[in-house]
DNA sequence: ATTAAGATTGGCT
DNA sequence: GCCAATCTTAATA
């Protein structure tokens, strides 16, 4: 498996986000090891989208997404989850980044398990396939939060690697998930691996 | 100092 | 499909 490397990030985030569909999410904790096929990313791409966290300039929130491309990007949302970013390449003075959506989980199903259902989640809740598909389910199983913001992922512990599985040839491709109308809401720039 | 909105989720009708 | 949960951030006063 390579790792991908600074250079490979540094594209346009709507370049970006469908190359990453089928790379593999890895994270490594001492014995315990998390791996993960991207299937679903959004773009975001600073100043000129309205939907992004960087359209009104660099705060200290979204700081990270004004640095380096390959770093994570992590934000809090609605009081109580946290969702996942690539940095992406960008214009000087702007930003870009690419929402990890959704992954289906290769390795390390236990560890997820155990971070994603507590005792109240309904037993008929409990299934594989929903262990990463959402945004904050995918940081939450992957343990991402504020301690990850600007985390760079070409190095360390966390990292996305290319396992030769090349990307979907014919993504699917619509509109982005969650946004207020008229904020962005129109741009088609959500990517998925076809589920069949 | 106050406030509105938020790149969501899970349980319930 | 509807809606509550929960709290940070940034904009406004």
Not at 91 to 108: E, F, H, N, T
Not at 181 to 191: F, I, L, V
């Amino acid at each position: 498996m390579a790792r991908l490397t600074r250079s490979w990030f540094d594209r346009d985030p709507r370049e970006l986000a469908p190359l990453l569909l089928n790379k593999v999410l890895v994270s490594r904790d001492g014995p315990t090891v998390l791996r993960a096929r991207i299937t679903e990313v959004e773009a975001y791409c600073g100043s000129t989208d309205p939907a992004s966290h960087a359209y009104r300039g660099c705060t200290p929130r979204n700081a990270t997404m004004f640095g380096r491309p390959g770093h994570l990007y992590t934000y809090f949302v609605y009081g109580m989850h946290w969702c996942a970013n690539v940095v992406a390449g960008a214009p000087p003075d702007d930003a870009g980044a690419v929402l990890l959506r959704a992954a289906v989980p290769i390795a390390g199903l236990d560890v997820m398990r155990a971070r994603r259902w507590t005792g109240r989640t309904r037993e008929s809740a409990r299934r594989d396939i929903d262990l990463l598909s959402g945004p904050a389910k995918l940081a939450a199983a992957f343990a991402l939060d504020r301690t990850h913001d600007g985390l760079d992922l070409t190095r360390g512990a966390i990292g996305i690697y290319d396992d030769g599985t090349p990307p979907p040839g014919s993504p699917q491709q619509t509109v982005r998930i969650g946004l207020r109308a008229g904020r962005g809401d129109r741009e088609p720039w959500r990517w998925l691996t076809p589920s069949v």
